[in-house]
Structure formats: C-alpha cells, structure tokens
C-alpha cells in the first residue's frame, strides 16, 4: 500500500510541476467591452470613430469627436484585442501613425493581418503575427511617419475596425503604441 501511495504522490506532483511550467493563458475581462490585451492587462477601448466608407476608397476616414484624441489609451506593446460585446465581428486591423491618419489616412497606413480566435458565445480575440514581430512594427510605423520626426514625437496607432452584424456600420477602436527601440 505504502508504494501506491508513493507512485500516486509522484504522478500528482509531475503533473503539478508540468502544470507551472506551462505558458500563462492570458486573463480576459469578465465584462462586456471592447479591450486591447498589453503586458500591463487589459485596457479597455472607449474611443471609437465611424468611419466614412466611400465605395471603392483606398483611403480610411474617420470622424472621431475632437476632445476624443486625448482619451485615447495609451500601451508600450498590444498583443491581441478582445471583444466581447453583441452585434460585432473583426474587420480590420491597421497601423497609423499621427492623429491625421486616424482621420484621413490618405493611403498612409499599413493594414495587419488578422485571425479571430473564438472566446464564448459572444466574446472573440483578434491576434495579428504582425503584432509579435516588433522590428517589423518599428519599420511599418518609420515608412509611415513623416521623414525626420524623432521617435519620441511619433504617435502611432493600432486600430481594431469592427462591423456590425447588420452590416451598416463600422466603428474603429484605436490604442497608441509605443515606437519600438531599435534592435
């Protein structure tokens, strides 16, 4: 009896041990919203514009109210976008940079791709390879930005295009990045 003990006692402290060393699954907000998933948590996106969808524009426009710019949240790196909210589905994700290009992107952007990861019956997380590769962010957000703007004066912007289920509107959830360094 006493080596059944200790066999059973191993298997549960390997399995304990295999547990803990196993990737942290990320922890979603139990609320409805519409967040961006940093390395400092969540951060919940409140600042949306419609945009202006004009048939056959290969230009992204926004209306966004003028006080909202400064509402805007702000992370040093956006690993994913969770949503959970009803009526809504991804549509696109897109790097900006400057708050003019959140307006009128004027052909200045740089789509991301994307896949949607079902997380409930409403709930569903947008991740981007593009987002994991950071020198690859560095130098979308340095062909963007205006030539000789130091990085520190530099305002880009990952944003989260959703659509409504009915098909008839849009709205775009922008969070500011940081630049990152040189590598």
């Not at 961006?36 to 202006?52: C, D, F, H, I, Y």
């Not at 040093?76 to 976008?81: I, K, N, Q, T």
């Not at 340095?142 to 944003?159: C, N």
Request: proline share 8%; with cysteine; net charge positive.
């Amino acid at each position: 009896m006493p080596a059944r003990l200790a066999i059973l006692l191993c298997l549960l402290l390997s399995c304990g041990s295999a547990a803990a060393q196993s990737p942290a699954k990320p922890k979603f907000p139990n609320k409805m919203g519409i967040f961006a998933m940093t390395s400092e948590g969540p951060v919940e996106l409140k600042v949306s514009g419609e945009p202006n969808n004009v048939a056959g524009a290969l230009k992204l426009e926004s209306f966004y109210a003028a006080d909202s710019f400064d509402k805007i949240p702000k992370a040093a790196w956006v690993r994913s976008f969770y949503v959970s909210a009803m009526n809504w589905i991804a549509w696109r994700l897109y790097l900006v940079v400057g708050r003019d290009a959140l307006v009128d992107s004027l052909n200045h952007y740089q789509m991301l791709s994307s896949s949607v990861i079902s997380r409930g019956v409403i709930a569903f997380e947008v991740t981007s390879p593009d987002l994991q590769n950071l020198a690859w962010i560095r130098q979308a957000i340095k062909k963007l930005a205006p030539a000789g703007v130091p990085d520190d004066q530099l305002e880009a912007y990952i944003v989260l295009e959703l659509k409504s289920t009915s098909g008839l509107n849009n709205r775009n959830y922008p969070i500011r990045i940081a630049v990152p360094p040189p590598q």
